[in-house]
């Protein structure tokens, strides 16, 4: 990227990490945009660069501030905005579960968890930086680019993990009926029947509650409604679809929305850029 692009008002880079299956980035900067609540399957690590943003899903604050970074667990519903006059400039990296589990455990770290807050950890914030601009601007076939990119990555995932996880056991490792296990089961039923319409009476029943009750608790513990955490799995399904090389109307048709506008603006209140841009990322790879 050159000067004048990084000083547009507004703009979002993303590409997937070459030879780095389940690593994905996000370059941006945003003044008005604000995302909607939702939430990835995959863990998200963002650097604020400038700026302020908060990411909280709900009526609270969860402020990140330049060179501070901020953790989400996957499936963590979290939002999107920028506070005050200055655009908020940040950088972002996905990382798949399972990717995550063994950088942890390379570190000695099993189950790792992370502070709900935003770190003030500059030089963390530095290393996502560092790597995110080596994975955006290294050549798909260079192998000197790639071993920057992966240099960069180790010492970010060292950097991470080392210094700022705590280790817990992992959710749901026990057994039980709690009101977190009774949420997880109607959680699972949505994640496995993502493509059809759930009715709300059929989750809280999954979880033994009224459905009043299932709502007030499932917005609780994950931070979207129940209809709202459907429609983000949809929009999900329909980017990995996307990604793999269906037209944006088939994957708007295969995960049940009306039409590709209708997929391309929920899609752009989640992640901030158009499935166009996967489609162009596609034909540059090429």
Known sequence: MNEQEVNHREFAYFRPVADMPGVEVLHARFSTHRFSPHAHESWSIAAVLSGTQDNAAGS???????????????????AGMVVGDAPCHYVMVYVAPEVMTVAAAACGVDAPTFPRQSLKAPRLALRVEAFVRAALSA????????????????????????QHASRSPLEGSEPGSSPAAALRRAQNLMLEHWNQPLALEDLAREAGLSPFHFCRQFGRAYGLTPHRYQLVLRVARARALIAQGAPVAEAALATGFADQSHLGRQFKSCFGYSPGVLTLMRGASK
């Not at 050549?139 to 991470?160: C, I, K, M, N, Y």
């Open 139 to 162: 050549p798909t076939h260079a192998d000197a680019g790639r071993l920057e990119v992966q240099a960069e990555w180790d010492s970010l995932l060292t950097d991470l993990v080392s």
């Open 60 to 78: 609270a604050s969860n402020l990140v501030s330049a060179r501070e970074v901020a953790v989400l667990r996957p499936n963590e519903a979290h």
